[in-house]
């Protein structure tokens, strides 16, 4: 069995460039040269010194001692939320613009919901002097109001979207629509991994420094680089995708990718699409994709903007259709708690979005010796409203 993408740009079943002709030039470009660009050997090491220099790579990988004695295991964080701009979107953002500079393209465009691709994506134009919109659903722009504040005070330019439910399915939307009339000089920094082949490897490959640097890191604490269990949020699939990309071969190491239940899986409020999903066409690829009978899609909920999304990336969908990964999901209420407890029992307060991943420890009937590695993708600052309702 292979996790990795085929030739054609799919895994297993999922995947493909499912696009309209006028989009077609663009991701051609992106296809074929995609991958010469980001092995070639200058691109690496500049992609890597600003990792290091920029970014704040490599993340720790921390050992939460009062966690793992509540849960009775050797619980690992993986701090992604210590990266520049607070969560693991700076490392595809530096690659995507590197690559964007390669292409010869001179304005960046992107989508965001909780805001915090849109500040990494403003962050890096501002870094390379490139001009920079960002497309965001009017309902998001309201309630993730400091980060619209942030990417404004780097020189984004942020367009509220009103079409559908104004989040991040419609902010998706109006980015590909704007690309479509702009192909030539324009980039769009997709934020997860999702949209038309080649984004969802690309992006993988630009987050694979996550579950590589844990491979070393467990390997100095540990004695060898397999935990026993990795645990990340999925909302498209980045920083899963990261956080499993070096073990999906190592088939004894459990993956477990946790979706937002919103209010309960089966209340109609919710944005767990591997739970919920059918096959469908989103956003240029073909996936599990929450949606009526009839293949209109649904509008999903979550507490978390960051996981409100009725698709999610085509590795994770053939993840679960092989059984490679577990998926699992949370309510908005667990994670809140699970947030909560973390704060107060090793002083990180985590986004939202990765709160859904520690809502599941008391699920996975864990023993003493089991090592497990949790993504803790990014920090909670943007989230104090929320959690404000618990305290
Ligand atoms: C954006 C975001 C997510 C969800 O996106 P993925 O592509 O699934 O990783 C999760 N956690 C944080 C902190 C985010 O900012």
Known sequence: MTYKISEGGFYGEYGGAYIPEMLWRNIEELRTRYMDIIQDESFQRRFYSLLKDFAGRPTPLYFASRLSAQYGARIYLKREDLCHTGAHKINNTIGQILLAQKLGK???????????????????????????????????????????????????????????????????????????????????????????????????????????????????KEGNPYPDYVVACVGGGSNAAGAFYHFLDDEHVQLIGVEAAGKGLQS????????????????????????????????????????????????????????????????????????????????????????????????????????????????????LQAYNQLI
């Open 106 to 220: 001179t304005r960046i465009i992107a989508e965001t919901g909780a805001g915090q691709h849109g500040v990494a994506t403003a962050t890096v134009c501002a870094l390379m002097g490139m001009p920079c919109t960002v497309y965001m659903g009017k309902t998001d722009v309201e309630r993730q109001q400091p980060n619209v504040a942030r990417m404004k005070l780097l020189g984004a330019e942020v367009i509220p979207v009103t079409s559908g439910n104004a989040t991040l399915k419609d902010a998706t939307n109006e980015a590909l629509r704007h690309w479509i009339a702009h192909p030539l000089d324009t980039h769009y920094i997709i934020g997860s991994v999702v949209g038309p082949h080649p984004f969802p490897d690309m992006v993988a490959r630009f987050q694979s420094v996550i579950s590589a640097e844990i491979r070393q890191q467990l390997t100095e």
């Open 268 to 383: 109609g409020h919710a944005a767990a699409t591997l739970a919920l999903g059918k096959p469908g066409v989103l956003h240029g690829c073909k996936t599990l994709v929450m949606q009526t009978a009839d293949g209109q899609i649904t509008e999903p909920y979550s507490v978390s903007a960051g996981l409100d999304y009725p698709g999610v990336g085509p590795l994770h969908a053939h993840l679960f259709a092989t059984g490679r990964a577990k998926f699992m999901s949370a309510t908005d209420e667990e994670a809140l708690r699970a947030g909560l407890e973390v704060s107060r029992t090793e002083g990180i307060i985590p986004a939202l979005e990765t709160a859904h991943a520690f809502a599941i420890l008391p699920k996975l009937n864990l023993s003493k010796d089991d090592v497990v590695v949790i993504n803790l993708s990014g920090r909670g600052d943007k989230d």
